[in-house]
């Protein structure tokens, strides 16, 4: 709210005279608020005027369309660095270091902001710089029933060599992702792992099967595959000494919330298990909302859009026929016969009735789709005893929060969990950022890679669940 106020007035510039034997500052210098759960991009622009003797400053807050916001005052002595912007109630003090990092305090109207000012673009600001505060190895570990190594980060707090700390496991959704589930240019596995390191929790996240260092393929593999390769995750943890063996929980994050309940269900040691945007619906419930959602958001015409969801309801419909081996032929016939039927207007734009039948039939006929489409998540979430955490945004077109946390409430409540929290959170997305339509598109023009405040949260739950046990 108060940073929005910068963009109300621009103000005169001024130039005042700089020690010229001081360090050169000239350029440009960026910089990011990142305190009380606020991420901003600034940026300060240093130019020296046409006498030679004197510097001028502009401030830029791009995230706000606000660019070239004259500075009143700027002071650069020795290695000290201060300026105003008066009007707008800001005020900057800080100091160039020695590693080529200005490093101070933001103030505007009585709120204080770390901000350091680097010579580098700062692309994600909530991404961690090293050296950290912890403890960081680089892991292997085998799912020896599937023939797989699997590489990862454990990360693991400071403390005594006798000390063992509670643990969680992160999991990724679809696709091939890597140990920081990296998508869109974000890492959000690496700003929750190094959140909750920092807080005092170990974390193992690691590369997907025939992805990153991990061996094994993506191709072919189902969910129940890639549960396999996180329960390895789980046992591997229990063998570090550094590690508390029977405080583990799980954290996974779309196809990985299934498979952090799929595992539960299964192992009675996990102690808590936390779902990010979780299914509660069966698949091919999933699939048909999620195309309805994002095409009512993309402002896809109603006929349109009601033509692509038939057509996907019946595509779905043949790929669970009991009989698999007619699945192919039948697809194909039904395909081509819905191509045929389009009029000259309702032709798919630049797509030949080949390239039609080889996009549906390549994604509905993939092992992973179909296995996805006939997965009931309240088989698995029913046997799960442990504490739970469901969580997920408002503006999620992906998996619909509204849907699936009241779901997933239902019947872990109906099966007589004692412990379930549920939780959707306003103005979120589908990787939990804030945003403003929810469309998959807009991920990666975010700032911000997870929400503050579902990290505080989650953290908040988490040691609640380990001071409970403990204290049995």
């Excluded at 003090?93 to 305090?105: A, F, T, Y």
């Excluded at 946390?405 to 959707?424: C, F, R, W, Y």
Aim: glycine share 10%.
């Amino acid at each position: 709210m108060y940073m929005k106020r910068i963009i109300l007035v621009l103000l005169s510039v001024f130039l005042f005279s700089l020690n010229v034997f001081a360090a050169d500052i000239i350029g440009q210098w960026h910089g990011v608020l990142k305190e009380h759960g606020v991420y901003l991009k600034v940026i300060l622009n240093i130019a020296k005027s046409a006498g030679g003797y004197e510097y001028a400053a502009t401030f830029d807050s791009p995230r706000q369309n606000a660019k070239g916001i004259p500075v009143t005052s700027f002071i650069f002595e020795g290695n000290s660095l201060k300026f105003r912007i008066i009007e707008l109630g800001i005020e900057y003090r800080g100091s160039l270091e020695e590693d080529g990092i200005i490093k101070g305090i933001f103030e505007q109207n009585g709120l204080a902001f770390t901000v350091n000012f680097s010579r580098e673009e700062i692309k994600r600001p909530q991404e961690p710089s090293k050296p950290y505060p912890y403890i960081e190895k680089e892991v292997r570990f085998e799912n020896k029933a599937a023939g797989i190594t699997l590489s990862g980060t454990l990360t693991i707090p400071r403390g005594s060599k006798k000390q063992s700390f509670p643990a969680v496991v992160l999991i990724s959704g679809s696709g091939p992702n890597n140990r920081d589930e990296e998508v869109f240019g974000h890492k959000p596995f690496l700003v929750i792992a190094d959140y909750l390191t920092r807080n005092g929790i170990a974390v193992l996240r690691y590369d997907k099967r025939g992805t990153g260092r991990s061996s094994g393929t993506v191709k072919g593999s189902t969910t129940e595959d890639f549960a396999a390769d996180a329960a390895a995750a789980v046992e591997y943890l229990k063998t570090r000494k550094e590690i508390d063996a029977n405080n583990i929980g799980l954290i996974g994050h779309s196809e990985g919330a299934a498979i952090a309940a799929m595992i539960a269900a299964k192992q009675k040691r996990i102690m808590f298990i936390v779902l990010l945007a979780g299914q509660g619906l069966p698949g091919k419930e999933i699939i048909l909302k999620q195309k309805k959602m994002i095409g009512k958001v993309s402002k896809v015409k109603k006929k349109e859009l009601k033509r692509e969801i038939e057509t996907t309801k019946n595509v779905i419909n043949i790929v669970g026929m009991a009989n698999t081996g007619r699945q192919r032929g039948e697809l194909l016939q039904y395909l081509g016969k819905r191509y045929d039927g389009f009029t000259h207007k309702e032709v798919p734009k630049g797509v030949g009735k080949p390239d039609f039948m080889r996009s549906y039939i390549s994604t509905y006929m993939d092992p992973w789709m179909r296995y996805f489409l006939s997965y009931n998540p309240a088989d698995d979430l029913k046997e799960v005893k442990c504490p739970v955490l469901a969580l997920g945004g408002s503006k999620d077109l992906q998996v619909s929060a509204k849907d699936n946390l009241q779901a997933i409430k239902e019947v872990l409540e109906k099966s007589g969990n004692p412990d379930v929290t549920v939780k959707m959170y306003h103005g979120l997305n589908h990787m939990f950022q804030e945003c403003k339509t929810g469309l998959p598109s807009e991920y990666p023009f975010i700032d911000q890679t997870f929400s503050p405040n579902v990290l505080s949260d989650i953290l908040e739950w988490i040691k609640e669940r380990i001071i409970k046990k403990s204290g049995e």
